[in-house]
């Protein structure tokens, strides 16, 4: 079976801090990517890395960066949490050629 | 990937055949067509992909005309555990490497 784990299911934030958003997995595939999902607006994609230490924006990168140190884990992080982060995050990973991505169980996180 | 455009939402009953069709224009010549399912409070999971014509699993079947300009992916005798937000996804998957979700299709099955 695909591992791929996000380090909280739920998380709580204050305003202003800086918050990291964990991803690994254990199938040695090269593309990850980290969306967020919002009522009404489904999965938009904030960032995906392709290869150890690559990384490109997707649709809505503003207010996030990311990190690939090794291929396993692929990090969020939220520089100045704000109330408008409040969401739903969900890794997913993928190997290609194939279009079949899996994706971790989500972490919910809220901003205060 | 080639924008693709599906009806928000849909309603059945259970026992009924549910067809869901997705509008790909702008599909390329060595583009795959996709689709995924999510459970509330669950990330998406791969359900089926085809190239052309046919292609069916113990899930779904997915139906694509010579075209290729749309696709249907049809439920067989749905059930209420298969409510969920069905997403269509196109792509060549040896060089796209951005994976694209659109807002999907609600299913509700009902009782």
């Known amino acids: 079976d695909v591992k791929v784990t996000q380090s909280s299911r739920y998380l709580v934030k204050r305003t202003g801090e800086k918050v990291f958003l964990e991803c690994v997995q254990d199938?040695?595939?090269?593309?990850m990517f980290w969306y967020r999902q919002d009522p009404g607006l489904g999965l938009r994609l904030i960032y995906f890395?392709?290869?150890?230490?690559?990384?490109e924006k997707g649709d809505i990168p503003e207010g996030y960066s990311v990190s690939r140190e090794k291929k396993e884990r692929f990090s969020l992080i939220l520089e100045s949490a704000s109330t408008n982060q409040t969401s739903m995050y969900l890794c997913?990973?993928?190997?290609?050629?194939?279009?079949?991505?899996?994706f971790g169980q989500g972490t919910r996180l809220t901003v205060v | 990937l080639a924008k693709t455009t599906q009806p928000i939402s849909m309603d059945s009953y259970e026992g009924q055949e549910v067809n869901i069709t997705c509008s790909h224009n702008?599909?390329?010549?060595?583009?795959?067509i996709t689709w995924y399912q999510q459970f509330p409070s669950q990330g998406p999971r791969f359900i089926i992909q085809?190239?052309?014509t046919k292609v069916t699993n113990e899930v779904a079947s997915l139906f694509i005309p010579a075209d290729r300009k749309s696709s249907t992916l049809s439920l067989p005798r749905v059930s209420l555990s298969d409510t969920a937000v069905y997403y269509c996804?196109?792509?060549?998957?040896?060089?796209?490497?951005?994976?694209?979700f659109g807002s999907g299709t609600q299913l509700t099955v009902l009782p």
């Open positions: 997913a990973i993928r190997q290609a050629p194939l279009l079949e991505a899996f």
């Open positions: 199938m040695d595939h090269e593309n």
């Open positions: 890395s392709y290869d150890v230490k690559m990384k």
């Open positions: 702008n599909i390329a010549t060595n583009d795959y």
């Open positions: 085809g190239y052309k």
């Open positions: 996804l196109v792509g060549e998957g040896g060089s796209a490497r951005q994976l694209t």
